[in-house]
């Protein structure tokens, strides 16, 4: 169990359920912010993120320059006054197993199971610290 996870609350939890879209922050070689939207699927239990993307994509890309010290990445999602954010330490899956786990979470999550794609992975964030405020006043 992700103890940074739960003691954010049910209400912080539950914020990462909904439908939201969110942003992937990975760092580029040269250190310069890269920003993207994507789906991000949260397993509290296990303290990890999921996002499912190509493996030709740049923000993989940055992961894999970053190994094997670590690519350090930021979730984030935003919703009026609510926001969320994860911090970790990405790493990409390319196991079948993986990938079909991290599809069916997204289809859970955004209510559509995307069509199979040979190119799809999985980039996987461990959890180590959270921010955010998932309540309003």
């Not at 739960?6 to 209400?11: L, M, N, P, S």
Request: aromatic share 6%; glycine share 8%.
């Amino acid at each position: 169990m992700s103890k940074v996870l739960h003691d954010q609350g049910y209400d912080y939890l539950r914020f990462w359920d909904e439908y939201h879209l969110c942003t992937l922050t990975t760092i580029r070689p040269d250190g310069r912010p890269h920003v993207v939207p994507v789906g991000v699927t949260v397993d509290a239990d296990a303290g990890v993120a999921r996002v499912i993307t190509r493996k030709g994509s740049k923000k993989v890309a940055n992961i894999q320059a970053a190994q094997p010290s670590g690519a350090r990445v930021a979730l984030c999602q935003v919703d009026g006054g609510r926001w969320a954010t994860l911090e970790g330490t990405a790493e990409v899956l390319t196991d079948p197993d993986a990938v079909d786990d991290a599809v069916q979470r997204y289809g859970a999550r955004y209510g559509r199971t995307p069509a199979p794609d040979p190119e799809r992975v999985v980039i996987s964030v461990t959890i180590e610290r959270v921010m955010g405020r998932a309540t309003l006043p």
